[in-house]
C-alpha cells in the first residue's frame, strides 16, 4: 500500500500532507492531484508497560479478527527510529503512516502501546485519521512494579526503568480526563484477565458501527 504522504499523481512526498477539510480527501502541493482516501479512526490502547496490554492484545485480535487489525507499537522499536527528542516523533509518525496504510483496506486499526494524545495529535500525519480514540490499562504502582520485577531478564527492567514507568503511571491516573482527546481508564490491578479483554473488546465495539461498512466509521 502507498505511502498516503507519496502523491500517486507526481510522485512527491509531503513532509506535511494536506487533506482537504470535510471530504476525505489529500491534495498534493507540488502538482494539485487529489485523491480520496479512507479516513478512519484510530484506537490507542495505551498505559504503562506492566498494565495489561500484551496480555489483552492477542486475545482481542481473536475476537475481533473480521472487523480490525490488532498491532503491537514495539515492534518497530528499532535503532533508526529512536529518536532522542521527547515523545520521539519518528517513531509516532512512522506509527500513524503504517496505520492510515492499513486503513486503505478499509479496516481500523487497534495499536497496542505506550502513548499519549500529546504524542499523536500535533503530528502532520495525523490528518490521515477521523479521530485517534485512547484507552488505557493502569494499576496500583505498587503491583505494577512487582509485575515489572518479575518479567524475564531479556526484558531489561532495572531499577530505575522501572520507577520512570510507575512515574507514567502515576501522572497518567491524574492527567487522563484532562487531556485532549481525554483518555479513558481502565485499572486492572484487581482485574482478571477476562475482565480486562472484556472491557477492551466492548470498548473497540463501541466505537465501531453495526455493520462492517467502512463508510459507516465515526
Not at 504503562?48 to 498491532?71: F, I, M, N
Not at 496505520?99 to 505506550?114: E, F, Y
Not at 495525523?126 to 526484558?155: C, G, M
Request: charged content about 25%; some cysteine; hydrophobic content about 45%.
Amino acid at each position: 500500500m502507498l505511502d498516503p504522504r507519496i502523491c500517486p499523481g507526481c510522485g512527491d512526498r509531503a513532509n506535511v500532507p494536506i487533506a482537504e477539510p470535510g471530504e476525505p480527501v489529500l491534495r498534493c502541493a507540488r502538482c494539485g492531484h487529489r485523491w480520496r482516501f479512507h479516513r478512519l479512526p484510530l484506537l490507542a490502547l495505551t498505559g504503562p508497560s506492566g498494565a495489561g496490554k500484551s496480555t489483552v492484545g492477542p486475545e482481542l485480535a481473536r475476537r475481533l479478527a473480521d472487523r480490525v487489525v490488532v498491532l503491537e507499537q514495539d515492534v518497530l522499536w528499532t535503532g533508526g527510529l529512536r529518536d532522542d527528542v521527547d515523545g520521539h516523533p519518528t517513531f509516532r509518525a512512522t506509527w500513524l503512516r503504517m496505520a492510515a496504510m492499513i486503513h486503505q483496506s478499509g479496516r481500523p486499526v487497534v495499536l497496542c502501546g505506550t502513548v499519549v494524545p500529546p504524542e499523536f495529535e500535533p503530528l502532520p500525519e495525523r490528518v490521515f485519521f477521523a479521530d485517534i480514540h485512547y484507552l488505557a490499562l493502569v494499576a496500583d504502582s505498587d503491583v505494577l512494579a512487582r509485575r515489572l520485577a518479575a518479567r524475564p531478564a531479556w526484558r531489561e527492567w532495572s531499577r530505575p526503568r522501572i520507577e520512570e514507568m510507575l512515574e507514567f503511571n502515576e501522572w497518567l491516573r491524574a492527567e487522563a480526563s484532562a487531556l485532549r482527546p481525554p483518555v479513558r481508564l481502565f485499572d486492572t490491578t484487581h482485574a482478571s484477565r477476562a475482565d480486562a479483554v472484556a472491557v477492551v473488546e466492548s470498548w473497540v465495539r463501541e466505537l465501531l458501527p453495526a455493520t462492517p461498512d467502512q463508510g459507516a466509521f465515526r
